[in-house]
């Protein structure tokens, strides 16, 4: 066992009736990495952090979390984690500081340091203001902030997050997204969400999953290099259609090209590079050359929804 591992997960797998969940899935997450756990609906994202936080057993596999068996150590993992499903089971009709005092106690915190730590973890999440209130009478983003609370208030060496900015507005995705990128290096933290560009901005290390399998595994810059490391480059250029298809077509360096109708008489035309190589200068050359106007010549990064929907859909199309 790498003593630089917080997960290791080898050939994990679980069965339901008629169908499975996840298949054979291997992977592993470094001590003080920011993951973030990607997929459609029904992927097998869930049900592998549910087995990660000892929620449900595998049906077949290994998987380790600090170095213990989540089958045969579950009790010391539980010390290890702290986990927010998607769904919040909180009491709601407790006090927000009464719930999350008795979660610490819950978790082993003596009374003294339960007190202190209740008061950390409600000014990191946003919570001092609404402390007395009565969670049922909380709106949704708040009770999310109430499950994130729970989830840090031991201090766990792994937070394990189910889609934990479900139903919080821009102003507290963004409280949220500082937070967890704030909690990196001192603990690891493995998200679960639908939302691409908070991935990129808050994780260093990605897994992309489909039908309860790893399709790619990597750090978002290395996922989207590999894809296409010139991006592309779009040009809008009032030209006839024929004309810039057999342009772009004889084009060095083109791997392919689309064209569509932007407004007056000008056309997009959205060119992927070979190589990564960047074409504007020789996409400004041409069509300078042919006496074309040239409303806009930019290039475009590959996103890590690219990479997604990339991958994704082959699957989709392999099947």
Same mark, same amino acid.
């Given at each position: 066992?790498? %003593?630089?591992?917080?997960?290791?997960? @080898?050939?994990?797998?679980?069965?339901?009736?008629?169908?499975?969940?996840? %298949?054979?899935?291997?992977? &592993?997450?470094?001590?003080?990495?920011?993951?973030?756990?990607?997929?459609? +609906?029904?992927?097998?994202?869930?049900?592998?952090?549910?087995?990660?936080?000892? !929620?449900? =057993?595998?049906s077949?596999?290994?998987?380790?979390?600090?170095?213990?068996?989540?089958?045969?150590?579950?009790?010391?993992?539980?010390?290890?984690?702290?986990?927010? #499903?998607? +769904?919040? #089971?909180?009491?709601?009709?407790?006090?927000?500081n009464?719930?999350?005092? !008795?979660?610490?106690?819950?978790?082993?915190?003596?009374?003294?340091?339960? $007190?202190?730590?209740?008061?950390?973890?409600?000014?990191?999440?946003?919570?001092? /203001?609404? +402390?007395?209130?009565? @969670?049922?009478?909380?709106?949704?983003?708040?009770?999310?902030?109430?499950?994130?609370?729970?989830?840090?208030?031991?201090?766990?060496?792994?937070?394990?997050? %189910?889609? #934990?900015?479900?139903?919080? %507005?821009? +102003?507290?995705?963004?409280?949220?997204?500082?937070?967890?990128?704030?909690?990196g290096?001192?603990?690891?933290?493995?998200?679960?969400?639908?939302?691409?560009?908070?991935?990129?901005?808050?994780?260093?290390?990605?897994?992309?999953?489909?039908?309860?399998? @790893?399709? *790619?595994?990597?750090?978002?810059?290395?996922?989207?290099?590999?894809?296409?490391?010139?991006?592309?480059?779009?040009?809008?250029? *009032?030209? #006839?259609?024929?004309?810039?298809?057999?342009?772009?077509?004889?084009? =060095?360096?083109?791997?392919? !090209?689309?064209?569509?109708?932007?407004?007056?008489?000008f056309l997009?035309?959205?060119?992927?590079?070979?190589?990564?190589? /960047?074409?504007?200068?020789?996409?400004y050359? $041409?069509?300078?050359?042919?006496?074309?106007?040239?409303r806009?010549?930019?290039?475009?990064?590959? &996103?890590?929804?690219?990479? !997604?929907?990339?991958?994704?859909?082959?699957?989709?199309?392999?099947?």
């Amino acid at each position: 066992m790498d %003593d630089g591992l917080m997960i290791e997960v @080898i050939n994990l797998t679980k069965r339901y009736a008629g169908r499975t969940a996840i %298949d054979g899935l291997t992977f &592993s997450v470094r001590r003080g990495e920011i993951v973030g756990l990607l997929g459609p +609906n029904g992927a097998g994202k869930s049900t592998t952090m549910r087995i990660l936080a000892c !929620f449900m =057993p595998a049906s077949s596999g290994l998987a380790r979390v600090a170095g213990r068996d989540v089958f045969t150590e579950s009790i010391e993992v539980r010390r290890r984690i702290g986990y927010m #499903p998607e +769904n919040n #089971p909180l009491y709601l009709e407790m006090r927000v500081n009464e719930y999350l005092k !008795f979660r610490a106690r819950l978790k082993g915190l003596s009374r003294v340091r339960s $007190r202190e730590r209740v008061g950390v973890v409600m000014d990191q999440c946003g919570l001092a /203001d609404v +402390n007395r209130t009565i @969670i049922g009478h909380l709106s949704k983003g708040y009770r999310q902030r109430v499950g994130l609370a729970d989830a840090m208030v031991h201090e766990p060496e792994l937070l394990i997050l %189910d889609e #934990p900015t479900l139903g919080l %507005d821009p +102003n507290q995705i963004r409280s949220v997204r500082q937070l967890i990128k704030s909690l990196g290096g001192r603990h690891t933290v493995l998200i679960s969400t639908h939302m691409l560009p908070e991935v990129e901005m808050t994780c260093n290390y990605v897994l992309i999953m489909n039908e309860g399998r @790893i399709l *790619a595994a990597d750090q978002p810059q290395r996922l989207r290099a590999s894809l296409c490391e010139g991006g592309q480059v779009v040009a809008e250029v *009032a030209a #006839p259609e024929a004309e810039l298809r057999a342009c772009w077509a004889g084009f =060095p360096g083109v791997a392919s !090209f689309e064209i569509c109708a932007a407004d007056g008489e000008f056309l997009r035309c959205t060119l992927v590079s070979q190589d990564g190589l /960047d074409l504007r200068s020789a996409v400004y050359d $041409r069509v300078s050359a042919r006496g074309w106007p040239l409303r806009e010549l930019t290039r475009r990064q590959t &996103s890590l929804e690219d990479v !997604f929907v990339h991958l994704t859909r082959a699957e989709e199309e392999e099947a």
